[in-house]
Nanobody
Framework: VQLQASGGGLVQAGNSLKLSCSVS????????VSWYRQSTGKEREWVAA???????SYPDTIKGRFTISRNNAKNMVYLQMNSLEPEDTAVYYC?????????WGQGTQVTVSS
């Protein structure tokens, strides 16, 4: 299983960005998928998840601004991020799970300027 995140970049506060995660070696609709982020000097934190039934969940700090989605036909997972804040600056990772093992993408940098 391999995951590759992309779509990061430099944006101004208040703008939007959509991250993509390409998954190979498994079907995205057969396992939960999630996004995490890690800022410099901080622990990696969860920001969005979608289970096999398509139900989504977010931490309270994110709810309403980020949206996770997937395209089963393209085997892709997405993270739409709106109303970005400088505090959202981090490396963003996609993750999935297969046979009781977690698989992570390599991360994509998102930088939000004030």
């Amino acid at each position: 299983v391999q995951l590759q995140a992309s779509g990061g970049g430099l944006v101004q506060a208040g703008n939007s960005l959509k991250l993509s995660c390409s998954v190979s070696g498994m079907r995205v609709g057969t396992s939960a998928v999630s996004w995490y982020r890690q800022s410099t000097g901080k622990e990696r934190e969860w920001v969005a998840a979608m289970n096999v039934n398509g139900m989504t969940s977010y931490p309270d700090t994110i709810k309403g601004r980020f949206t996770i989605s997937r395209n089963n036909a393209k085997n892709m997972v997405y993270l739409q991020m709106n109303s970005l804040e400088p505090e959202d600056t981090a490396v963003y990772y996609c993750k999935t799970r297969k046979a009781q093992r977690d698989y992570w993408g390599q991360g994509t940098q998102v930088t939000v300027s004030s």
